[in-house]
Each structure stands twice: as structure tokens, then as C-alpha cells.
């Protein structure tokens, strides 16, 4: 049994309001709290509808959920379903019943898989759009169990319907009016196996170069991991502490990723942006981190100013599929870039842990 969520993956883009993320953890769905859960079914109505994580909601809820309600949208057989839940850990849940034919023509049609998707989104637009918001939505494999009914240890297709999800969560995030994070969570052991092989054919897009060992690095990690140590305990915000133990998840992964790292520190950079100007008196209504550092290049040193630029450059890059970079010279991230990052951000943490010291 997992004890503790763990974060695998992160894939961000940047919107208006600063960083949004999809995000990919090892764990329990319902060992946190959340705005909105998401969940599928079948659309049958001559059997009741299954699922390990309908069971479990329900079994918390001492009840059904209405499931035979006028459904919030329908397409192609897709219905979904949405219902406000007072005094529990999630403030609402949506589910999707799902065909089994949607699923079915996966292997040979991919377009099954993104319609069921779109449904997906769309729906939270229409909740956004009927004045109901979530900061947050966490979710397993949508139609998960089927597909690994239907293709048992089959990574081609279970990568194909995870670059889907990523890319379309992404799209959307873009553009949401108050959704700041996607959270998929993956629990059973079989689709932690897939996710993963999954994560690792995704990931060879970008053609990691060099040996990511060596004692700098490892001793550049060891003091990365003890200044998050630190401000860990300085904050009672959740976000900034949620990005620092994330940022050590990745640091500790065997073998280490570049990307997630590069992602994770750029994420890091951003919370510390919006604090260091809160501390500075900055007023700022754009949230973007090239916005929110150029505000502060009138109170910290250009060379921290620089540290800040790198970690935001290298970030946006390595969030970007390998396409987008091969025009460019060099088109691979190489062993001095992840140098670059670690040591960049020693040196910002450093400088984070002084003046939240001083602030005292």
C-alpha cells in the first residue's frame, strides 16, 4: 500500500494568473482533499455502475451518488454527471459514463480517446461557466480500467491515451478561468507499471545526453534538498511547501529526470517571485514569472535577477515537446544544463532563506 503521495511527473503551461500544472502522483485519491473528483464508469443502465473508486467514494458517502439525474452534457453516448457534495474531503464530483465501444477502438483509432477527453473538459468549462469553480481536480485513468482490460501490458496504446491526456489537460488549463492544477493519481500496481513505461517512452522525446551522476551534482542536489529543509518550515501557505516537496521528490528519483526537475524549479522560482514581491511591497497584476521578475529587477541584484531568467528559460523548454526544439542548436539538454539549474537555484534559495529570515 502506498503510505504516501508521491509526485512522478509534472507537465505545466503558463497562463495569465502564472503557472498551471498536470501533475501525476503515485497514491491514494482519497488520501487528500480536493475541489472536484473525477471518475468513470460504464453507460449501461441494465447493470449498476462499477468501479473501485465509484465503490470507494460511495462506501464514504454511506450512499449512491445520482447517477439518473438530467446529465450536465452528452456526446456520442457520454453523459456526464455532476453533483455538489457538502462536509467531505472533495467539494464535488463528476462522472462520465462511457460506452464501452468508446474504448474499444483505441488501438487502431485514437480519436475515440480524445473525443472522451474534450468531453471531459468541456464539461468543466460549463461548470466555470455556471459560476462554479475549482482550484483543483484530481482524477484516475480516465476509462483506466478498460484499457487495461483491453490492452494488458500493451505501453504503445497506454502511452498514446497518456500524451492525449497530458496534451488536451494542458490545452485547457490554458485557458480555465480559475483551475490552477490537473492531478492524475495512480494507484493499483498494474497501471502504476503502465504510467510509468508510459512516462519513459514520453520522456525519450527529449533525448537526454551525459552521464546525470557525479559528485557536483550530488552534493549540489544535498544542498538544494537541505535549503528546502528550511523554508519547509517557514511557511504555512500550502503552495509554496507543496512545490518544495515536490521539487525533492524529483531531486530523489533513481535516476534522476531532467525535465521534471527543470519543471519543478521553474514552478519554485515562480512562488518565490510572487513572495520575494509581496515582502518588497511590489503590487503586480500580472502573475506571469517573466512579468513578476521584471518587477523585481528594481530590488534584486542583476545577478539574481539572471539566476531567475536562466531558471525560467530552461523550465519553459524542457515543458515543450522535443518538435518545438529541433531547429535549435543544440536541440538535447545536456549534463551542464541540469549544473546550470541546480546551481542557480542554491544560490536563489539562499538568498529566499535570508530575507525570510530577516522578515522575522
Known amino acids: 500500500m502506498v503510505n504516501e503521495t508521491r509526485i512522478l511527473d509534472t507537465f505545466v503551461v503558463e497562463s495569465d494568473q ?3 500544472s498536470f501533475n501525476i502522483y503515485e497514491g491514494d485519491i482519497f488520501e487528500q482533499k480536493g475541489d472536484l473528483l473525477v471518475l468513470s464508469t460504464h ?5 449498476a455502475p462499477t468501479g473501485w473508486i465509484l465503490t470507494g467514494l460511495q462506501e464514504k458517502l454511506g450512499r449512491e451518488l445520482n447517477l439518473d439525474n438530467i446529465p450536465l452534457l452528452s456526446w456520442k453516448g457520454i453523459s456526464v454527471h455532476f453533483e455538489e457534495i457538502a462536509d467531505f474531503q472533495f467539494k464535488g464530483v463528476l462522472t462520465l459514463r462511457v460506452p464501452l465501444s468508446n474504448i474499444e477502438s483505441l488501438p487502431s ?7 472522451l477527453i474534450d468531453v471531459l473538459t468541456a464539461a468543466l468549462t ?3 461557466n455556471l459560476g462554479i469553480f475549482f482550484s483543483d481536480v484530481s482524477f484516475p485513468v480516465i476509462a483506466g480500467q478498460r484499457i487495461s482490460d483491453i490492452l494488458p501490458g500493451n505501453d504503445a496504446s497506454y502511452k498514446k491515451a497518456l500524451e492525449i491526456l497530458i496534451e488536451r489537460s494542458k490545452k485547457w488549463l490554458s485557458a480555465s478561468r480559475a483551475c490552477s492544477s490537473l492531478n492524475l493519481f495512480v494507484f493499483e500496481p498494474e497501471k502504476l507499471e503502465l504510467v510509468s513505461n508510459a512516462l519513459n517512452t514520453i520522456h525519450e522525446r527529449h533525448k537526454l545526453s551525459g552521464d546525470f551522476t ?5 552534493n549540489l542536489i544535498s544542498q538544494v534538498n537541505d535549503q528546502i529543509n528550511i523554508l519547509e518550515s517557514s511557511f504555512s501557505n500550502p503552495h509554496p511547501r507543496k512545490e518544495l516537496r515536490e521539487l525533492k521528490q524529483f531531486l530523489s528519483a533513481d535516476p534522476i529526470r531532467i525535465q521534471p526537475v527543470n519543471v519543478g524549479s521553474r514552478a519554485l522560482v515562480e512562488n518565490m517571485a510572487k513572495d ?3 515582502f518588497f511591497r511590489i503590487r503586480t497584476e500580472d502573475k506571469r514569472l517573466v512579468a513578476l521578475i521584471d518587477k523585481l529587477s528594481s530590488r534584486l541584484s542583476p545577478w539574481m535577477i539572471s539566476y531567475m531568467t536562466s531558471i525560467r528559460l530552461i523550465g519553459n523548454s524542457s515543458a515543450h515537446s522535443a518538435e518545438q526544439h529541433r531547429n535549435f542548436v543544440p536541440q538535447n539538454i545536456e549534463k551542464s544544463d541540469l549544473l546550470a539549474v541546480l546551481g542557480a537555484l542554491t544560490n536563489l534559495l539562499s538568498l529566499w532563506i535570508n530575507i525570510r529570515n530577516a522578515d522575522r
Open 214 to 218: 557525479g559528485e557536483i551534482i550530488a
Open 43 to 47: 453507460s449501461s443502465k441494465r447493470n
Open 18 to 20: 502564472g503557472l498551471r
Open 126 to 128: 460549463i461548470l466555470e
Open 109 to 115: 483509432d485514437n480519436t475515440s480517446y480524445e473525443e
Open 276 to 278: 520575494l514581491c509581496k
